[in-house]
């Protein structure tokens, strides 16, 4: 009985107070959702610049969490639940209602169609990833790749056709075109749901020799992104769906290697 008493005690004193290493986390968490929702909110007012930003901004909270969780050990289940919610909003909501308010209002009867196919299939994507988590761990020739592609990278890809129309408006016509646009979220939808390999940096080990290189080439990315923003992460994106074939070529090749 005395044992008992002493379990409900010590249950009480965490519940009174928890540490801020488990708190932290969330609260970068919960700075991606407001960035997502305030995307939202300047879509709705036509301000595609900074509804844009607002979504990267998302993204980057999104890619510290992890790490933050990682670095003072604070990872629970309800920061990893929570973040996916964020994730949702963040990268499957707010891009949709852009893309909507941007162009495919214009598609009558089928344009919330492929916005809200989008937001679905980005749901079921996090379900998917947070059911993997409980499944047995993967071979280790997945370690480093995705399972489709992650959320903020489809955030991107939707979001493309409205960057470059940033530095190029003569073309306007051909980015806010329904069918470009309907097409493009189709395939960005099927990437993300599918089981399509896709590079992944979390454990990406640099060599010492490229080091120095790695990081000049930061500082010229930098540059760019500085002085011509929008052209440069539009880039950036399309290198990074034309990566998704060679990804599939390596993780193949990887797959055949292991199995030997």
């Excluded at 519940?15 to 929702?37: E, M, Q, W």
């Excluded at 890619?63 to 604070?74: F, Q």
């Excluded at 930098?222 to 769906?241: D, E, H, K, N, R």
Aim: aromatic content about 14%.
């Amino acid at each position: 009985m005395e044992k008992i008493n002493r379990r409900i005690e010590l249950s009480k004193q965490k519940l009174k107070a928890l540490p801020f290493r488990k708190i932290a986390p969330n609260i970068v968490t919960l700075l991606a959702l407001c960035a997502g929702v305030t995307s939202i909110r300047y879509s709705i007012q036509a301000d595609w610049t900074k509804a844009v930003i607002c979504v990267f901004v998302a993204a980057f909270f999104d890619l510290l969490d992890g790490r933050v969780a990682r670095m003072l050990k604070g990872s629970t289940k309800f920061g990893a639940e929570l973040d996916s919610l964020s994730d949702c909003i963040s990268f499957g909501v707010a891009p949709a209602i852009m893309i909507y308010q941007w162009t495919m209002y214009d598609l009558p009867k089928f344009g919330w169609f492929f916005c809200l196919l989008l937001t679905v299939g980005m749901a079921m994507r996090l379900a998917r990833f947070n059911t993997m988590l409980e499944d047995e761990p993967q071979p280790e020739y997945w370690n480093h790749f995705f399972v489709g592609v992650p959320a903020p990278a489809a955030a991107a890809l939707v979001m493309t056709p409205i960057m470059f129309s940033f530095d190029f408006p003569e073309y306007n016509g051909f980015f806010r075109s329904n069918m470009f646009c309907a097409i493009l979220l189709v395939t960005v939808t099927f990437l993300m749901v599918s089981r399509i390999p896709t590079f992944s940096t979390k454990r990406l080990r640099v060599p010492l020799c490229l080091l120095i290189p790695l990081m000049l080439i930061v500082a010229l990315f930098a540059s760019f992104v500085i002085t011509q923003p929008w052209f440069t992460l539009g880039i950036m994106t399309v290198l990074y769906a034309l990566s998704i074939p060679i990804g599939v070529a390596v993780f193949l090749y990887e797959k055949r290697q292991y199995e030997r």
